[in-house]
């Protein structure tokens, strides 16, 4: 006696239909790969953005007097000056030559099209930090500065240009007594 079955290529449909299913998963991996990565990225840049912040920060503190005396104010870093410092400098070439280095960093860490701008107030101290003998006098006399570093993000959309909307400006914001 021989029973014939009717199932013929059932099993072929079933592993068609597992294939299928497994490459839908994998795609849906693949994408999830490429989001972490962009996060990843960005979360990078942050890290960068806040290690420039304090470095510049630090160097303002190392010098007070080219601070309350407006040395390190700008609205437009990266700035392009030069000053060698190996001989000594005054408060107001320490701060170029600051304002120079950090500049270097900005160019070198950030993405490019990256912008910063510092801007120190000496309003509200209730003397003259610089010409009134308070420099080397802590805590803070009350002055403070503002500092703002721009650079573009990529989101979603996988596009190059500055123009595209799937770029975003980030920007961070601090304010700050050196």
């Not at 510092?118 to 420099?135: E, F, L, N």
Request: net charge negative.
């Amino acid at each position: 006696m021989q029973v014939l079955s009717r199932q013929r290529g059932v099993s072929l449909i079933e592993v068609m239909m597992a294939v299928l299913i497994f490459s839908i998963g994998l795609i849906g991996l693949a994408s999830l790969m490429v989001v972490a990565t962009r996060s990843n990225q960005a979360g990078y840049l942050r890290t960068q953005v806040t290690y420039l912040a304090h470095n510049m920060a630090d160097r303002m503190s190392a010098n007070p007097i080219g601070v309350w005396g407006g040395d390190y104010n700008s609205a437009s870093y990266p700035v392009s000056t030069t000053q060698d410092c190996a001989a000594g400098c005054t408060p107001a070439q320490l701060a170029t030559h600051d304002q120079q280095m950090w500049s270097s960093q900005l160019k070198t860490f950030l993405p490019p099209g990256a912008t910063a701008e510092i801007a120190c107030s000496k309003t509200g101290a209730g003397y003259d930090p610089v010409g009134g003998g308070q420099v080397d006098k802590r805590p803070p006399f009350g002055g403070s500065c503002a500092m703002s570093i721009n650079w573009h993000e990529r989101s979603a959309g996988d596009k190059e240009h500055l123009n595209d909307p799937s770029v975003q400006t980030q920007t961070f914001a601090w304010e700050f007594q050196p």
